[in-house]
């Protein structure tokens, strides 16, 4: 069972990213998928989670807007388009699947992480 994250860089504020996670060993199609992000000296936030069937969608405030979560249960893949990016944004960012109730954003419920990719918002 593994989770494998990537797509993150170094991306002047401003600029866009997509992170991509692909899930190998099970299926996604039956949990809850979310990016999750924790920066130097913070602590770990829910940035967009994700229903099973994408019917429910749930948003961390400082990004609504900008970022976009999205899944592909056929391919085994979610994706996070992060558009319009800030300097605040720079973290490393995980990818996680777990059985959670609808598009719930709470890290403890999630079972299953990826490795990480770092993203750097700067000039």
């Known amino acids: 069972v593994q989770l494998q994250a990537s797509g993150g860089g170094l991306v002047q504020p401003g600029g866009s990213l997509r992170l991509s996670c692909k899930a190998s060993?099970?299926?996604?199609?039956?949990?809850?998928t979310g990016w999750f992000r924790q920066a130097p000296g913070k602590e770990r936030e829910g940035v967009a989670c994700i229903s099973s069937n994408a019917a429910d969608i749930h948003y961390w405030d400082s990004v609504k807007g900008r970022f976009t979560i999205s899944r592909d249960n056929a391919k085994n893949m979610v994706y996070l388009q992060m558009d319009s990016l800030k300097p605040e944004d720079t973290a490393v960012y995980y990818c996680?699947?777990?059985?959670?109730?609808?598009?719930?954003?709470?890290?403890?419920?999630?079972?299953?992480w990826g490795q990480g990719t770092l993203v750097t918002v700067s000039s």
């Open positions: 060993g099970f299926t996604l199609d039956s949990y809850g």
């Open positions: 996680a699947a777990g059985r959670v109730y609808g598009s719930s954003c709470v890290g403890p419920e999630y079972s299953f």
